[in-house]
C-alpha cells in the first residue's frame, strides 16, 4: 500500500547538535510538507517542496534546512540554531496536478526532544 | 498568515452527545478539508467538500462547506470512546497552488 513514512518515531537530541527528520512516500506526490506541532497547538509550517531540488520557506524556517534531492524524499535537518527543537514535527504530501484537491497525508510524526 | 478560526479550542462531552464543530474565515475557500489527529499520532483526512452548500457524511460524522465559502462546520453524533483527539479544518485558498491552511484545531474528550 502507498504511504508516507516517517522516521524515527521518537528522537532524542544534545543541545548543539544537528539531527535529520526522514521523510519517504510512494503515493508519487508532487508537493511535500514539514509542519511542528508544539503541546496543544495546532500546525505551523517549517518548509515546503512542489518539485525536485525546489523548496520554499513556512512560517517558522528558522533554525531548520531541507533538501529535495527525489521526489519520494524530503528530509527536515534540526540545526543547533534552533533555540527551542522539543516538539512533534509531521511530514506530509499532496498531489498538486490532480482535478480534485484531495488534501494532504501525513506521515505518524517523529516526537524530538532535547536532553 | 491567513488565518482560520477554528471553535471550540477544546469539549468535554459525555458518551453519547453530539458534537458540533466550526471553522470561520474572512476569506474565500475552494475546498474544505476536515481531519482527525489520535494521540501521538498524524492526523487523517475524515471527510473533503469542494463545494459551497455541500454536506457530506461519513457514518456519524456530517460536515457542511458553508455558502458564503467562508466558513464550514462538522457533527459527530451519538460519540463513543474513539472519537476522542484533535480535530483539525483545513481549507485550500483560491489561487493558493493547493496549499492548505489549518485551524487550530479541537480537542474533544469523551467521558464515559
Known amino acids: 500500500d502507498g504511504g508516507i513514512t516517517q522516521s524515527p518515531k521518537y528522537l532524542f537530541r544534545k543541545e548543539g547538535q544537528n539531527v535529520t527528520l526522514s521523510c519517504e512516500q510512494n503515493?508519487?506526490?508532487?508537493?511535500m510538507y514539514w509542519y511542528r506541532q508544539d503541546p496543544g497547538q495546532g500546525l505551523r509550517l517549517i518548509y515546503y517542496s512542489q518539485i525536485v531540488n525546489d523548496f520554499q520557506k513556512g512560517d517558522i524556517a528558522e533554525g531548520y534546512s531541507v533538501s529535495r534531492e527525489k521526489k519520494e524524499s524530503f528530509p527536515l535537518t534540526v540545526t543547533s540554531a534552533q533555540k527551542n527543537p522539543t516538539a512533534f514535527y509531521l511530514c506530509?504530501?499532496?498531489?498538486?496536478?490532480?482535478?480534485?484537491?484531495?488534501?494532504?497525508?501525513f506521515g505518524s510524526g517523529t516526537r524530538l526532544t532535547v536532553v | 498568515g491567513q488565518q482560520l478560526n477554528q471553535s471550540p479550542q477544546s469539549m468535554f462531552i459525555q458518551e453519547g452527545e453530539d458534537v458540533s464543530m466550526n471553522c470561520t474565515s474572512s476569506s474565500i475557500f475552494n475546498t474544505w478539508l476536515w481531519y482527525k489527529q489520535d494521540p501521538g499520532e498524524g492526523p487523517v483526512l475524515l471527510i473533503a467538500l469542494y463545494k459551497a452548500g455541500e454536506l457530506t457524511s461519513n457514518g456519524r460524522l456530517t460536515a457542511q462547506f458553508g455558502i458564503t465559502r467562508k466558513d464550514s462546520f462538522l457533527n459527530i453524533s451519538a460519540s463513543i470512546p474513539s472519537d476522542v483527539g484533535i480535530y483539525f479544518c483545513a481549507g485550500q485558498l483560491s489561487g493558493s497552488a493547493r496549499q492548505l491552511t489549518f485551524g487550530s484545531g479541537t480537542q474533544l474528550t469523551v467521558l464515559p
Open positions: 503515493l508519487n506526490h508532487d508537493a
Open positions: 506530509a504530501s499532496s498531489h498538486l496536478l490532480a482535478r480534485t484537491n484531495y488534501g494532504y497525508t
